[in-house]
Every structure is written in structure tokens, then in C-alpha cells.
């Protein structure tokens, strides 16, 4: 019973952990679009180049935190995969060929004893 309770909860932190990792990178996206958008209407305005490249940068600062961000989540998870070998009753779980964690959108994946 207990090992199955460890089971769970490392299966819950693995997938949230890449839930963590998607939701980083659906940001970066969106921002690198923001960027790009910020840039083309100023350029259809036809004004300076200065103008709203205050606005720019704070955008490529918060891009920059969310590297930074996505860069620390890949080393938790990298720590993670080799902490689960010093937790009693957790096994190493293959979840496919070449994958030790749970593809992304894997909502069929379950922990079997």
C-alpha cells in the first residue's frame, strides 16, 4: 500500500513538472508573438524607433526571467529523475523507448504495481 501511495505521488510530481515545463513554454511563445507584434505596429505607424522601446525592453526582460525560469525547471526535473533512486520503493518506470518521464498529453499513462 505504501509504495503504491510513493508510486502516485511520483507520478503526480513527474507529470505536473511537465505541465510546469509546457505552460513556460506556451509563455515564451506568446511573448516572442507580443515582441514581434510590438514591432511590426510600430513600424505600420511609421514612428521612431524609440518610441515604445521602454515597452520592448521590459518585454525582453520578462522573456529573459521565463528562460532563466524554464532553464531552472529543466535542472528540478533533471534532479528529480536522479533523486527518485534515493526514495525507498520507488522503481525506475519506462514510459516508452527512449522517454523515462510521461510524453507530453500522455493522459493514458497510469502507475501499475
Avoid at 500500500?1 to 511537465?18: C, D, G, L, S
Avoid at 506568446?30 to 515597452?55: C, D, F, N, P, S
Wanted: charged content about 25%.
Amino acid at each position: 500500500m505504501r509504495k503504491h501511495q510513493i508510486e502516485n505521488a511520483a507520478y503526480e510530481v513527474a507529470t505536473q513538472i511537465r505541465v510546469v515545463e509546457d505552460t513556460i513554454e506556451s509563455a515564451l511563445e506568446e511573448l516572442a508573438e507580443l515582441q514581434g507584434r510590438m514591432i511590426r505596429a510600430r513600424a505600420t505607424a511609421r514612428v521612431a524607433t524609440g518610441t515604445g522601446h521602454e515597452a520592448l525592453a521590459k518585454v525582453a526582460t520578462v522573456l529573459n526571467g521565463l528562460v532563466e525560469a524554464r532553464g531552472g525547471m529543466a535542472d528540478a526535473h533533471q534532479i528529480l529523475k536522479a533523486t527518485k533512486q534515493d526514495v525507498p520503493g520507488l522503481r525506475t518506470t519506462s514510459f516508452g523507448d527512449a522517454e523515462e518521464c510521461p510524453p507530453t498529453g500522455s493522459a493514458e499513462l497510469r502507475v501499475v504495481a
